[in-house]
């Protein structure tokens, strides 16, 4: 397979990391922030807006645009990227983190998961050949592998079933994207370490998955109910063994400080509902912490969400009227606000990346969490 | 006063009009149609979209303004226009409509209105001084006189007394925009003419109104139930009476055919909730009519909502990616939708307008109705 990410610098202090991946619908650098699509559009905004913001990349969830309107259906209309107006990048997951987290009556099988979709109770099922035809047929730049995700905590035995049965799955993913030309046309396939708190497990999984050549790596099973310090761990545990000339995701990532945390460590790859989730219930990102609009305090601020950020709700409108919004209901608080959280979000990666480059990562990041984490 | 208003050019076969009138906030070219933001939103746009579909002029609820965030607020942050981001012309009506429709335990005084706010209950009240006062607040180019607005049907004495209240009022509320000098400024008064269905009331009210010299007048207590031929009759009785080198709105109204039938009475002004609020519930306008989009026959649609037409809906997206928008209950549905149906009016307001210029509006509109009932 051709490269496709290049390493351009590595921070001294720290494992920070500033590449640049290419995929078949442009360039992407990274660190990145990819705002999440799950059913066809980044929840509030339209994709002008979405680039608008500066995102480089966004991601799909492939349980979901399965389940509705179908990938046949988005196939037929000439795939995702035309299906939901966005010419960027797209990153789809396989579908099996939502199955464990939506379905019911899921059984999980050496061949897949068995399921009951929660839309309408269809009995479904996802093996490897499935996500990865979904996938195909979404049309997706970088397609997941089908995982096993062990709840957290979990016991050892637990954890080594769903180990081993994530590495076959991931061979199988890979030999599916050679056979039916996926992976020869250009679209990625990226693999999934599992591995819960178990050190030894992790460095088994990543050694294991990084010796079938994957154009990227994901660290996957954190965030999942453990406390930070424990994903932190696991992500530390994880990453060194992972290939450095390959990208490297956390899947669904973070706060702003568990990001810049991750980053620390290695990771060039993020993607949270976070930033469009709390939008939508009315609260921002700023440099000294969250803000939750509903607060009376903002009643009659006309100062922006943070003074001087370049993005159409800072420019355009006071705390006071988003507030009016909030309260009110209004749909467009949701778009504002979604929009400068995902811009919140993005400026935060493209200030990681300049300070990558710049050799003072580790400082500003240090002060950048000092202050986020006093403001809250 | 000095002439807001330039009437040029009156239709030959019709009473149809070309006019333009001048705000504190730029030019209005008419026969318009002016999108509805009752709570200082034009609901699920962005005042950058609104402009981008072509709104010349936009309308604001005293009302609900008034109650949240209050006009007190308002005006303290700068204003409507730079509270909302919007800085193109803004009317506001009275809120005296709004009492009627929403607020609870009303009681009409000769003074005004004693009332129960719908959204706490608080005891309000709304006479000729406030409703000035609220406008002046929010910076209004036009604002509305406080009139009364008899219910469909009603009977002659009814009618006779809200006729007379609303002389009363528009008199008053006069007075004090040349006392408080809203007039000297440049903002601008309208009047509005009742009289439900009695023929005689609505010529004494229009040429009561007309003999003070209003900058424009409005024709009221029309679209409150009756049946259309009813309200097409109650404009046609109105709108001879009322001065020609001034413009005319017909409020809260109405479906594309009624604006073109309006239009063709010499109406130059319209504001309508209908197109934001189909929007909102999956429908959109075309040349064939209305069509809903969960209908069915949409989901494996790829052709745009019409075709050829130049908004970002239309550019951008298929009727079945509308479709899967409005299913998932996405918040961008109702965006893309509502853009699309505010364009659809003012597109149509702009056709109209240069059928007038060319001289073919009469039959331009007839076949332009004919074609969107047969559709519908």
Same mark, same amino acid.
Request: hydrophobic content about 45%; aromatic content about 8%.
């Given at each position: 397979?051709?490269?496709?990410?290049?390493?351009?610098?590595?921070?001294?202090?720290? +494992?920070? @990391?500033?590449?640049?991946?290419?995929?078949?619908? %442009?360039?992407?650098?990274?660190?990145?922030?990819?705002?999440?699509?799950?059913? %066809?559009?980044?929840?509030?905004?339209?994709?002008?807006?979405? @680039?608008?913001?500066?995102?480089?990349?966004? !991601?799909?969830?492939?349980?979901?645009?399965? !389940?509705?309107?179908?990938?046949? !259906?988005?196939?037929?209309?000439?795939?995702?990227?035309?299906?939901?107006?966005?010419?960027?990048?797209?990153?789809?997951?396989? $579908?099996?983190? #939502?199955?464990?987290?939506?379905?019911?009556?899921?059984?999980?099988?050496?061949? %897949?998961?068995?399921?009951?979709?929660?839309?309408?109770?269809? @009995? !479904?099922?996802?093996?490897?050949?499935?996500?990865? *035809? &979904? #996938?195909?047929?979404?049309?997706?730049?970088?397609?997941?592998?089908?995982?096993?995700?062990?709840?957290?905590?979990?016991?050892?035995?637990?954890?080594?079933?769903?180990?081993?049965?994530?590495?076959?799955?991931?061979?199988?993913?890979?030999?599916?994207? &050679?056979?039916?030309?996926?992976?020869?046309?250009?679209?990625?396939?990226?693999?999934?370490?599992?591995?819960?708190?178990?050190?030894?497990?992790?460095?088994?999984? +990543?050694?294991?998955?990084?010796?079938?050549?994957?154009? $990227?790596?994901?660290?996957?099973?954190?965030?999942?109910?453990?406390?930070?310090?424990?994903?932190?761990?696991?992500?530390?545990?994880?990453?060194?063994?992972?290939?450095?000339?390959?990208?490297?995701?956390?899947?669904?990532?973070?706060?702003?400080?568990?990001?810049?945390?991750?980053?620390?460590?290695?990771?060039?790859?993020?993607?949270?509902?976070?930033?469009?989730?709390?939008?939508?219930?009315? +609260?921002?990102? *700023?440099?000294? $912490?969250? &803000?939750?609009?509903?607060?009376?305090?903002?009643?009659?601020?006309?100062?922006?969400?943070?003074?001087?950020?370049?993005?159409?709700?800072?420019?355009?409108?006071?705390?006071?009227?988003?507030?009016?919004?909030?309260?009110?209901?209004?749909?467009?608080?949701? *778009?504002?606000?979604?929009?400068?959280?995902?811009?919140?979000?993005?400026?935060?990666?493209?200030?990681?990346?300049?300070?990558?480059?710049?050799?003072?990562?580790?400082?500003?990041?240090? +002060?950048?969490?000092?202050?986020?984490?006093? %403001?809250?």
């Amino acid at each position: 397979m051709a490269a496709s990410f290049q390493l351009l610098r590595t921070d001294s202090a720290t +494992a920070a @990391r500033r590449g640049r991946l290419t995929t078949r619908h %442009g360039l992407v650098e990274t660190p990145i922030f990819m705002p999440v699509g799950t059913q %066809g559009t980044v929840k509030a905004l339209t994709p002008a807006q979405v @680039r608008e913001v500066g995102a480089q990349i966004i !991601l799909g969830n492939t349980y979901h645009l399965n !389940l509705r309107p179908g990938s046949e !259906l988005v196939r037929a209309l000439g795939g995702l990227h035309k299906f939901m107006g966005w010419d960027g990048p797209i990153l789809t997951d396989s $579908g099996g983190f #939502q199955v464990f987290s939506l379905a019911k009556l899921r059984e999980i099988r050496d061949d %897949g998961i068995a399921f009951a979709s929660h839309l309408d109770g269809a @009995r !479904l099922f996802l093996g490897p050949r499935e996500v990865m *035809t &979904i #996938q195909a047929n979404l049309g997706s730049d970088i397609a997941m592998v089908l995982d096993e995700c062990p709840p957290w905590p979990c016991s050892r035995e637990e954890c080594r079933r769903a180990v081993d049965r994530s590495l076959r799955w991931a061979r199988e993913c890979r030999q599916i994207a &050679i056979d039916n030309g996926f992976l020869g046309a250009g679209h990625q396939v990226f693999a999934i370490v599992q591995g819960s708190t178990f050190d030894e497990l992790r460095h088994e999984a +990543a050694e294991s998955l990084a010796a079938l050549d994957f154009p $990227g790596y994901a660290i996957g099973g954190v965030s999942v109910g453990e406390p930070e310090p424990e994903m932190v761990k696991q992500v530390a545990a994880t990453a060194p063994f992972l290939p450095a000339n390959k990208p490297r995701y956390t899947m669904g990532l973070g706060t702003p400080p568990q990001i810049l945390k991750m980053i620390a460590l290695g990771v060039d790859m993020f993607d949270c509902v976070h930033p469009t989730r709390v939008g939508r219930n009315g +609260a921002a990102f *700023t440099p000294d $912490g969250l &803000i939750n609009l509903r607060n009376e305090r903002f009643r009659t601020d006309p100062a922006p969400l943070v003074e001087g950020m370049d993005n159409y709700t800072c420019r355009s409108f006071s705390r006071a009227y988003l507030r009016h919004l909030v309260m009110a209901n209004e749909i467009l608080a949701s *778009t504002l606000l979604t929009l400068h959280n995902v811009h919140f979000y993005l400026d935060l990666a493209a200030q990681a990346r300049a300070h990558i480059e710049a050799g003072d990562f580790a400082a500003w990041s240090r +002060a950048w969490i000092a202050r986020y984490e006093a %403001g809250a």
